[in-house]
């Protein structure tokens, strides 16, 4: 028997260091070819590390929330044969992995029993309210556990990193099964359990993006009431005719469209600043971002060259892309080089928001959802389709007036869809 170490791979575009976000395996594990052992983080997204030999895990060379330099060790696995390095390598795993004092400052302070790197839940696990469409993040050996077990993962409270579902989690909840049935007698019985989350991985980066935008940039934001009636008529009346063939239109593939065609007016708003270099630069190119909720939080895959692309075109992309950050299979590439975002919540658009802009981006434009009200079109009351778009911009580049024009371009070109395809 030997041991094959793996070390933390260079991922490139010059990275040198990423932040280990989950294993997806533990010392003792069985592990085969190309099985994924971890997920780690770089600042443009959340990469798969795989497995290039079968054996037995017998080392781990971090935990999860560390940063590590890329060419550190990462594990180290029994295999059959000589392996790819000398018994020592077993110590420099263990010294690596065990924490300096400065480390212990890196990640968040959790309440711990010894020898464990989860959250520790005080009291009882209470089953956790997901829809049932939910997909619960978990790895495909703990889907399998569960349904071994017969647990629907949507009830399970996940401890790991971005509310990821364990094994140990799964074993929680089988032994608190009676205090969950005494709990749901009473649904006015007092709690006081307590959970303590670190912040690590995708939500870490979130948090540090959020936090660095709303520091550095002049943010305001502008809102206005848009009419989408006929634009509805028109998505409608051309899923009839084509959607079996080309597919559902939803409004965002309009709004791109919109973007696109009123951006050829305002090149100071398609644009990125640079405030270090102090240097602003516009771009003919429309690389719209697509804010996407995903299981492990917002992701921002990016629609490319959406100027050469038809409503149909922009639809279908729309959708690979939106289910390839979902599923966590978005590569670097495709979470990055917008010029300007586009985001939506849908149903849940409320009435207004203020997004917070995508640095170093200087636009962001936000969609309300769509409700019918009543308004008055020449002196008669009548039912129409509104929708909000709430937007906000850079200050520092783009002037009020700009934003305004830029949105009203936005307004009547979705309150005359006809227009959207004029040359």
């Given amino acids: 028997m030997g041991t094959h170490v793996i070390k933390m791979p260079d991922i490139g575009e010059g990275i040198a260091e990423v932040e280990l976000s989950v294993w ?58 000589a392996g790819n390095t000398k018994e020592s390598a077993l110590s420099a795993v263990a010294a690596q992995a065990a924490p300096a004092p400065q480390a212990q400052t890196k990640a968040p302070v959790v309440e711990s029993k010894p020898a464990a790197t989860k959250p520790v839940v005080t009291t009882a696990q209470a089953p956790v309210a997901r829809d049932a469409a939910e997909r619960p993040l978990a ?89 989408v009636t006929a634009l509805d008529d028109l998505r409608v009346h051309l899923n009839e005719k084509h959607g079996a063939s080309r597919g559902k239109l939803t409004l965002l593939p309009f709004l791109v469209r919109a973007m696109v065609v009123a951006l050829r007016d305002f090149p100071q708003i398609n644009a990125r600043y640079d405030d270090e270099a102090q240097v602003i630069t516009r771009l003919g190119a429309v690389h719209v971002g697509v804010a996407t909720q995903s299981d492990v939080g917002l992701m921002v895959p990016v629609v490319r060259h959406a100027e050469a692309r038809s ?101 009547g070109l979705l309150e005359q869809p006809a227009s959207l395809f004029l040359e």
Avoid: C
């Fill in 24 to 81: 997806h395996v533990k010392v003792g594990d069985m592990v085969v070819e190309d099985q994924v052992l971890a997920d780690v983080m770089t600042d443009k997204a959340m990469v798969d590390i795989p497995s290039p030999v079968h054996g037995k895990v017998i080392a781990l060379g971090g935990e999860p929330g560390e940063v590590m330099a890329v060419g550190s060790i990462l594990i180290s696995i029994e295999v059959e044969g």
């Fill in 139 to 227: 790895s495909p050996a703990v889907r399998k556990h569960a349904l071994d077990a017969g647990i629907q993962l949507r009830l399970v409270q996940g401890s790991g990193p971005a509310g990821r579902i364990l094994h140990e989690d799964l074993d929680a909840y089988l032994q608190q099964g009676s205090t969950r049935a005494s709990a749901g007698a009473n649904p006015y019985a007092e709690r006081n359990d307590e959970e303590q989350i670190p912040v690590i991985g995708m939500r870490r980066k979130i948090a540090q993006r959020m936090q660095d935008a709303t520091r550095r940039a002049a943010h305001f934001s502008y809102v206005e009431e848009i009419d």
């Fill in 311 to 411: 409503l149909w075109g922009t639809a279908e992309e729309i959708t690979r892309l939106a289910t390839a950050a979902r599923n966590g299979k978005a590569s670097r590439d495709e979470l990055s080089g917008s010029t300007i975002t586009l985001t939506s919540l849908g149903a849940l658009g409320g009435i207004v928001s203020t997004p917070v802009l995508n640095l170093p981006e200087v636009a962001i434009v936000g969609v309300n959802r769509i409700v019918e009200r009543p308004m008055v079109i020449k002196g008669q009351i009548v039912i129409r389709k509104m929708m909000n778009l709430s937007s906000s911009f850079d200050h520092r580049v783009v002037d009020g007036m700009d934003a305004a024009q830029f949105i009203q371009a936005i307004r």
